[in-house]
Nanobody, 122 residues
Framework: QVQLAESGGGSVQAGGSLRLSCVAS????????MGWFRQAPGKEREGVTT???????SYSDSVKGRFTISRDVAKRTLSLQMDNLKPEDTAMYYC????????????????RGQGTRVTVSS
């Protein structure tokens, strides 16, 4: 059974930091691009960052320089360090896996977690 279990969400003030974690199980995660997307209430989903199988990382312009993605292939974990958080970062954050990173950027991947909520107050 495919599972992606996120943790680490919460509420912080603007300028604060949070670290999200995701543990993958039930599939060969080492062969998949993994990443995070988010969806704020009433808004479309937005790709945040991806970590490809060759080690390539990508970030949306809105989080570049503030968020850092990391991956431990052996432990099947994916992490997202979020610094200098802004109110516009408030959203449900989803861990996802796909054969192509473009799926995480543009679609709702079939392999995704339940989401963890991040709230940033001004």
């Amino acid at each position: 059974q495919v599972q992606l279990a996120e943790s680490g969400g919460g509420s912080v003030q603007a300028g604060g930091s949070l670290r999200l974690s995701c543990v993958a199980s039930g599939f060969s995660s080492h062969a998949y691009c993994m990443g995070w997307f988010r969806q704020a209430p009433g808004k479309e989903r937005e790709g945040v960052t991806t970590f490809d199988t060759d080690g390539t990382t990508s970030y949306s312009d809105s989080v570049k320089g503030r968020f850092t993605i990391s991956r431990d292939v052996a432990k099947r974990t994916l992490s997202l360090q979020m610094d200098n958080l802004k109110p516009e970062d408030t959203a449900m954050y989803y861990c996802a896996a796909a054969k192509a990173c473009s799926t995480i950027w543009n679609e709702f991947p079939n392999y995704r977690g339940q989401g963890t909520r991040v709230t940033v107050s001004s």
